[in-house]
């Protein structure tokens, strides 16, 4: 494996190190240049660390050829959302507000896990602002764009982990996930995306969006390299006091075996999950075939209706509203101008509910993990489409809102109840975009999430898929996957700009 | 009249939390708030709820560290 051709995976890349087939300096470089020749249109980094990151390379290199060996994260190019301190560079939260001091010279401690990791930093990367709300072109950030089409949104708040992953500009990253922020940029962009059990990694160090809905979790290629990554920063830590006291398992010790899903029972809900207005066409067929799938791998699957959805999906809107407004309050008195547009009308609305509204949201969590629970007690998985539809358009998004877009979303409910639930991708629609295959299981049991993922990964190739990433260029000319990443001639930087300020003008005065 | 009561509602509520939103502002949380008003009502109506403590934790004696400290 050449430089030039970077792995996708990262356990590719990984083994490729350990074979002397590839230094992590010629890696780190190729994800560098990649992202020199792609990220003037994706948007995906707020701020790079090359020097640091090639240095970190060359240690990485130097343990390996010592001997030294720290896991399989040890020279892998990796971004981290903007929203969790490192101590290499500012954290901005893609925010006017956030006080630059914040986090100045720290660490989060999942960024203290990854480096003691080996892990090398590449830089900061594109969010929502404080993970909610959309890009606003008002503001001095860079603004996001799906791989697969520039001309679509790829899904937040972690977008720049999600556009980043897909178009290869390191082999994984860092998201975080209150309503569905490391899964919709997951789905939208191609590639996998891990939420792990609240509780399961501490937050400390990075910036709350809802305190009790918060989860840091993995974006990367394959179910199995999610599963990596976790496993180098999950764990307590008593600098957050929401960290849930359990050892930590080996996330890919579950691997080693054949691929069988024998013996597992898959409950699958399309009651609550399709059939909406706004449906892609291909999503029921694509999703029947992932399914389909499962089973041939040897789960049992049934049908089944998630316990108080709709109920559960209005109780994590209020709370995290809330919990946000409490944040952010005194601030939005002094500075409402300096806030993105979105994150004004998102976070504002948390001033419309009562102490009364958010404890009774609390109640109703409550109430729905019992019945999960029960449901739990008859499934080992529960399967649905991470979303009915594919990344929208900017276009799109104006028309119909993000919270019209998000009622063809189902990742929210998970967030409320605190379940892991992992996302792969399962296809495409007419247009080339992908959609995806998202599994939920019982807290903390994120292990059966990365073999059942992975055993789905190895008898599909969508998460090996490669976005073409010319701007609304068509998908059926050519094979998908039959481009190396990043190959496309790029857009003049004159013309991008132009349709950055056209489209997201329109949706900011939506 | 509802929409009256809405309206006055979120105008106090609003302007209880320091809020001032521009007009066109103004008009899109009203329309989020009457877009969440059905999901608010929903959650006490929920039989099973009645009974049921909020999941919300409070520990007298918290075992804190202040991250970089």
């Known amino acids: 494996m050449s430089a030039s051709e970077l792995a996708l995976t990262l356990t590719d890349a990984a083994a490729a190190l350990r074979a002397g087939e590839l230094t992590s300096t010629e890696l780190v470089g190729a994800a560098l240049a990649r992202a020199d020749a792609l990220d003037e249109q994706l948007g995906v980094y707020v701020t790079r660390f090359d020097d640091c990151a090639l240095e970190r390379a060359e240690q990485a290199d130097a343990d390996f050829a010592a001997g030294v060996d720290r896991g399989p994260l040890q020279g892998i190019p990796i971004g981290v959302k903007d929203i969790l301190a490192v101590s290499e560079g500012p954290t901005t939260a893609n925010s006017l507000i956030l006080d630059p001091a914040w986090g100045e010279g720290r660490d989060a401690i999942v960024v203290e896990r990854l480096k003691a990791a080996g892990a090398v930093i590449t830089g900061k990367l594109t969010t929502m602002e404080f993970a909610i709300g959309l890009p606003d072109p008002e503001k001095p950030f860079p603004f996001p764009r799906n791989p697969w089409n520039t001309d679509t949104w790829p899904g937040g708040s972690s977008s720049g982990t999600g556009a980043g992953v897909a178009a290869g500009l390191f082999l994984a990253g860092i998201g975080t996930d209150t309503g569905g922020s490391i899964r919709i940029p997951a789905a939208f962009c191609g590639v996998s995306g891990l939420m792990p059990t609240f509780g399961r990694v501490p937050n400390a160090g990075c910036a709350p969006l809802g305190y009790s809905l918060d989860h840091i979790g993995p974006l990367a290629r394959s179910a199995r390299d999610c599963g990596a990554m976790l496993g180098a920063f999950a764990g307590p830590d008593p600098r957050d006091p929401y960290a849930v006291d359990l050892p930590v398992p080996d996330f890919l010790a579950g691997l080693a075996g054949d691929g069988s899903l024998a013996g597992l029972r898959i409950g699958v809900d399309r009651a609550n999950t399709l059939g909406g207005e706004h449906d892609d066409p291909a999503t029921a067929a694509v999703f029947d075939a992932a399914v389909a799938q499962l089973s041939a791998l040897g789960a049992t699957v049934v049908e089944l209706t998630i316990p108080h959805y709709a109920e559960v999906v209005a109780a994590l809107m209020i709370t995290m509203v809330s919990e946000a407004f409490a944040y952010h309050r005194e601030d939005m008195r002094e500075r409402w101008g300096d806030y993105c547009a979105a994150t004004r009308s998102f976070v504002g609305a948390g001033a419309l509910f009562s102490g009364a509204d958010y404890v009774q949201a609390q109640r109703v969590r409550r109430v729905a993990q019992r019945a999960l629970a029960e449901t739990f007690a008859d499934v080992d998985l529960i399967a649905t489409p991470t979303a009915a539809q594919v990344s929208p358009s900017y276009d799109e998004l104006k028309d119909r809102g993000t919270r019209g877009v998000m009622q063809s979303i189902h990742t929210s409910y998970w967030d409320a109840v605190g379940n892991p639930a992992l996302v792969v991708p399962m296809g495409f629609n007419a247009g080339g975009l992908p959609l995806s295959l998202q599994l939920a299981a019982r807290p903390f049991e994120e292990a059966l999430l990365v073999r059942a993922g992975d055993a789905y990964q190895r008898t599909t190739d969508w998460h090996l898929r490669i976005p073409p990433l010319g701007l609304a260029e068509p998908l059926g000319a050519e094979p998908l996957g039959a481009e190396p990443l990043g190959l496309r001639p790029r857009v003049p930087s004159e013309e991008l700009a132009q349709r950055a300020r056209s489209s997201s003008a329109a949706i900011a005065s939506a | ?69």
Do not use: I
């Open chain 2, 1 to 69: 009249m509802a929409l009256t009561n809405e309206t006055a509602a979120v105008d106090a509520m609003l302007d209880a939390a320091g809020l001032s939103p521009a007009p066109a502002e103004r008009e899109q949380l009203l329309q989020m708030y009457a877009l969440f008003k059905p999901g608010v009502e929903a959650l006490y109506a929920l039989p099973e709820a009645r009974y049921e403590a909020p999941a919300l934790v409070f520990q007298a004696e918290p075992k804190l560290t202040a991250w970089g400290a």
